[in-house]
C-alpha cells in the first residue's frame, strides 16, 4: 500500500500538476495507471481476504476447544495470488512512472 500511494503522489495521480504532452507515452501512462489500481485492488482483496479467512479458523476454532488448524486451511492460493499480484503492480508502476515522466517532459520541437 505505501509503494502504491507513493507512486501516485510522485505522479500526482493525473489529478494535479501540468497536462500531459499528446504522445504514445501519455496513452500507455493512462492504460498502466488503470491497470496498476486494478492489480492493486486485487492484491489487496486477496491479503485480506486470506488474513480474514485465516484469523477466524484460528480464533474461533481454538475458542471451541478444538486445535488450531494449521496454515494449510486457508486457500493455498489467496496469499500466493495476492503475492503475484503485489509483484505485478510493482511492475506496472514502474512502467506507470517511466511513460508518465515521458509524457510530462517538454518534447516539442518546432
Known amino acids: ?15 494535479c500538476g501540468k497536462a500531459l504532452n499528446p504522445t504514445g ?5 493512462v492504460i498502466l495507471f488503470i491497470f ?7 492484491a489487496e482483496i486477496c491479503l485480506v481476504a486470506g488474513s480474514v479467512r485465516n484469523a477466524y479458523h484460528t480464533k ?5 476447544g ?5 496454515c ?5 492460493g489467496v496469499f500466493g495470488a495476492g503475492a503475484a499480484f503485489i509483484f505485478l503492480t510493482a511492475i506496472v508502476n ?14 516539442h520541437s518546432l
Do not use: H
Open 1 to 15: 500500500m505505501g509503494s502504491q500511494a507513493l507512486i501516485m503522489l510522485a505522479s500526482r495521480c493525473f489529478c
Open 25 to 29: 507515452s501519455r496513452t500507455w501512462a
Open 36 to 42: 496498476c489500481w486494478l492489480f492493486f485492488l486485487v
Open 60 to 64: 474461533y476454532r481454538t475458542i471451541f
Open 66 to 70: 478444538e486445535q488450531p488448524p494449521s
Open 72 to 76: 494449510e486451511t486457508v486457500r493455498k
Open 94 to 107: 514502474k512502467l506507470y512512472y517511466i511513460c508518465y515522466s515521458d509524457a510530462t517532459e517538454n518534447k
